[in-house]
């Protein structure tokens, strides 16, 4: 079978600080085409609709698969399947990743019978099979698979991360992709899931909570294999377990792989594994992302993070003192009010490094999507994107904006425009001469993208696609109930037993 893998546009702070090779997607055209089938991809983070409507007349696949990771991008995709279906009524329309395995009915549902199907969960194992059932006629037993008339038998794991390779070299444009000086920059996968709970995320119900590693020297030879100079590790939180982190270092010096990375992690797992992530500010590590999430005792409570905020503040002090360039995340409340806004501008300013502030957003597959989706104060997709308040604000609205566009300004001031190009100006240069023009486009984009203005007027279009009317909030909820694939309690978890205690102990524990 013909099939295009496509991955739908860029949102908002994709358009500013990084754009990143869509890794999951390639994951699925890889498996796709280790089952026979011709695969293309298409990224519309860097091409247009236009691009997509010449590769479909060119390329006439018998099966289009969108990739839902963002529920933000959900309308677009839902856009896409239908026109697809309009000029191509035969073609096999699919959508898998990570929101929509939440919410397979309501996106079916906007779709008006142009999506076929919904494939959740991890898309390696299932896409070969899915294909397969469509031509003979037959999809009702793909592990995964959601119409509106079935559902499948519940999604598996792939037996193992080593299987299957991302199909790289099916993206058209592989110098779009950077992050920051990391121009251009590859992704890489080396270990999956979240073993921890956090209230406001997905990742662990995503993956039951299991936490697998790939083979250290599998890893190195995809390092090995990259062209690109940076590297962007993708796991939700990097190094969990200290032997991995070390035995991947290990490899990286044997075979004398030079590269720069960026990777994310908690300030806990930092303190924890000091060595492993010395070892890697050795062999290249340059970024790190540290998912602070609040400043203060009550912040972090709330968040479920049960990291103490001395303790935040002494991995950031470690992370520096090795020479990285930190960047941290902090979740702006509705709540907030001016003098909140104006202590964290306060607090920005007084430290060297890079603050990204996003915005309370509860997300399906989420704990606080089910206490707080009935307060919802919009249903649009299109502002599920973090950068967006979708809950009632203490503040009036355009007050709020204000108030987070001036608070994310330090960033700018302090990290972009032209204190951005006078600290990198020899790195400028050297990109600029390779023909790399990512980084240096990026640090003008601030105001234009980051504008309280545009962020109201995205609250007054109209919605094309709404979410459907939420039932009561639930106070006490059932955990497994939000799992996409299910628990599968220790086993699951490449971790040793002082590992599995740390994780323990630092959650709070769904039943806690
Ligand atoms: C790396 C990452 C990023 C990267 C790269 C994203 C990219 N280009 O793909 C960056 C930093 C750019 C990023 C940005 C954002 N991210 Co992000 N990101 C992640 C993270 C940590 C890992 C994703 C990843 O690469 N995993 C590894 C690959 C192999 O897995 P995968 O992509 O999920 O793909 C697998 C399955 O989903 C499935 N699959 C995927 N596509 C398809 C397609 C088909 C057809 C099928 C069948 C299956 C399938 O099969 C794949 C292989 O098993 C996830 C958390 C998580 N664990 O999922 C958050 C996550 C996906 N991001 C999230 C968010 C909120 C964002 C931002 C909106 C944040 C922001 N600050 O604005 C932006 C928006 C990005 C955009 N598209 O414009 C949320 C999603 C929330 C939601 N429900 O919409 C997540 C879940 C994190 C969270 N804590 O909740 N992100
Ligand atoms: S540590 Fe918390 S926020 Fe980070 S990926 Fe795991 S569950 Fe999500």
Redesign the pocket.
């Known amino acids: 079978m013909k099939l295009l893998?496509v991955?739908p546009s860029?949102?908002?702070?994709?358009r500013v600080f990084?754009?990143?090779?869509?890794?999951?997607?390639e994951?699925?055209a890889g498996a796709a085409r280790n089952a026979g089938h011709d695969v293309q991809l298409i990224d519309l983070?860097v091409e247009k609709h236009k691009d997509y409507w010449k590769l479909v007349e060119e390329f006439r696949p018998d099966a289009v698969?969108?990739?839902?990771?963002?529920?933000?991008?959900i309308p677009e995709i839902v856009d896409l399947c239908k026109e697809t279906k309009d000029r191509f009524p035969d073609c096999f329309t699919?959508?898998?990743?990570?929101?929509v395995?939440f919410i397979p009915q309501d996106v079916l549902g906007l779709s008006e019978g142009a999506i076929d199907c919904i494939?959740k969960?991890?898309?390696?194992p299932?896409?070969g099979p899915l294909l397969e059932g469509w031509l003979n006629g037959d999809i009702s037993q793909v592990p995964g698979v959601v119409t509106t008339e079935f559902e499948g038998p519940p999604p598996t794991f792939?037996k193992s991360l080593d299987e299957v390779r991302p199909a790289r070299d099916l993206l058209r444009h592989r110098n779009k992709y950077f992050i920051g000086t990391l121009d251009p920059a590859a992704?890489i996968?080396f270990a999956?899931g979240?073993p921890w709970d956090c209230t406001?995320?997905?990742?662990w119900t995503?993956?039951g909570r299991s936490y697998r590693t790939a083979d250290p020297k599998v890893i190195a030879d995809e390092l090995e294999a990259l062209k690109e100079p940076g590297v962007?590790i993708?796991d939700?939180v990097a190094f969990v377990h200290a032997e991995h982190g070390l035995a991947i270092a290990a490899e990286i010096r044997k075979r004398g792989i030079k590269k720069e990375y960026y990777l994310?992690t908690r300030a806990d797992v930092l303190l924890r594994n000091k060595e492993v992530f010395k070892e890697w500010s050795e062999i290249g590590l340059s970024y790190i992302f540290i998912g602070l999430e609040a400043v203060d005792e009550e912040g972090l409570k709330k968040f479920r993070k049960r990291v103490s905020v001395d303790r935040n503040f002494e991995a950031l002090e470690y992370a520096r003192s090795l020479g990285l360039m930190v960047a941290i995340n902090l979740i702006a409340d509705p709540s907030w009010t001016k003098e909140r806004f104006e202590t964290i501008r306060q607090w920005c300013l007084e430290i060297p490094d890079i603050v990204?502030i996003?915005v309370t957003t509860p997300?399906?597959?989420?704990e606080i999507w089910h206490k707080e989706a009935r307060r919802l104060t919009t249903r649009d997709y299109r502002l599920?994107?973090?950068?967006h308040a979708v809950l009632p604000t203490t503040l009036s609205l355009p007050e709020f904006y204000e108030e987070l566009v001036k608070t994310q300004q330090v960033l700018n001031t302090k990290h972009m425009g032209w204190s951005a190009l006078r600290d990198t100006v020899g790195i400028a240069a050297r990109l600029l001469s390779k023909g790399q023009t990512n980084f240096v486009k990026m640090i003008w984009k601030f105001n234009s993208v980051f504008n309280p203005k545009l962020q109201l007027a995205d609250h007054m279009r109209r919605p094309r696609y709404e979410m459907p009317v939420q039932p009561d909030v639930v106070d006490k909820m059932n955990v497994k109930e939000l799992y996409v694939h299910g628990p599968g309690g220790r086993k699951s978890r490449t971790l040793d037993d002082d590992t599995e205690k740390f994780v323990d102990q630092t959650r709070m524990g769904a039943d806690a």
Request: with cysteine; aromatic share 14%; charged share 15%.
């Open positions: 893998a991955h860029a949102l908002m702070y994709t990084l754009r990143l090779e869509p890794l999951g997607l994951l699925v983070q698969c969108f990739c839902g990771n963002y529920l933000a991008n699919i959508v898998g990743g990570h929101s395995s494939l969960g991890e898309g390696e299932s896409i792939v992704s996968e999956r979240c406001f995320c997905s990742a995503f993956y962007f993708v939700d994310e990204n996003s997300y399906p597959g989420t599920f994107d973090i950068q």
